[in-house]
C-alpha cells in the first residue's frame, strides 16, 4: 500500500492540497483533523471544556466516529450525524486543537486512523502523521508556510464564504493553534526527520499542488520499483 503522510500547521492547506492531491492521483483521502474536530464538537455541545482533561475523556465511551466515502467526498459521522460542515466553524477548530492534547483523545484515533491506511493507498493530513501514526509512510511531506500567508488566505476563503472576519484576529488564532499544537506534550507537531519540507509562502495553489504531486509520483514509482530503490530516500533536510 502507498501511504502518503502531511502534517504541518494550520492553514497551511493541507487539506485542500490533500483533497485535490488524492483526486488526482486515485488515493483516498484521510482528514484526521476532522476526527479531532469532530470530539472537539462533542465537547462544545456537552459543555465540557476542551482543556478539562477527565470531562473530555468521560465523553470518549459516548463517541462513535465513522468516516464514509459518498460521491468521492469524505463525511464524517458522529454518533450516526453527518457533521462534515459543523466541524469546520473556527470554534470548534479551535475545541479540536484542545482535545488534541489529551493522550487518551489521541490513542481513541490512533487505531482507527492506522487501520485506514492498512487497506487502501492514502492521502493522510495532520499533525503526527509521519511522526506517530503512519511512521513507515511512502513518503512524508511537511507542509508550512509563514503565519501571514496562512491568516491571508484563511481570510480569503472566509470572504469566499461571506464571512467577515479581521487580519489581526486570524492571525493571532493561527498563532495560538500553532504555540498549542507544537508545544503540547502528547505527539507535538513537528517534522518528521525523513519528511520533505514544503513551504508554500510563495507558492500558490497549483504551484504547490505540482510541487507535491511530483514528490508523490517519484517517490511512488520507487517504491512500486522495490524496497532497495525506495531505500535512502528523504533522509535529513530535504527542502523543496
Ligand atoms: O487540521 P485541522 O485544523 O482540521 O485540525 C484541528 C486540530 O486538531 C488541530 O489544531 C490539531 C488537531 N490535530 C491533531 O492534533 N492531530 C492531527 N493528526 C490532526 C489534527
Known sequence: MISIAIDGPSGAGKSSLAKRLAAALGYVYVDTGAMYRAIGLYALRRGVPPADRPAVCALLPEIALRLAYEDGAQHLYLNGEDVSAAVRAEEVGMAA????????VRDFLLEMQRRMARSQNVLMDGRDIG????????????????????????LAELAAKGEAAEYDKVLADIRQRDEQ?????????????????????????DQSFETMKALILERAAKAAAGPQSAAGEGGG???V
Open 97 to 104: 486543537s484542545g482535545v488534541s492534547a489529551h493522550p487518551e
Open 131 to 154: 511522526t506517530v501514526v503512519l511512521p513507515d509512510a511512502t513518503l512524508k511531506i511537511f507542509l508550512t508556510a509563514a503565519p501571514e500567508a496562512r491568516a491571508r488566505r484563511r
Open 181 to 205: 499544537d507544537t508545544h503540547r506534550a502528547a505527539a507535538p507537531l513537528k517534522k518528521a526527520a525523513d519528511a520533505v519540507l514544503v513551504d508554500t509562502t510563495d507558492l500558490d495553489f
Open 237 to 239: 533536510c530535504s527542502t
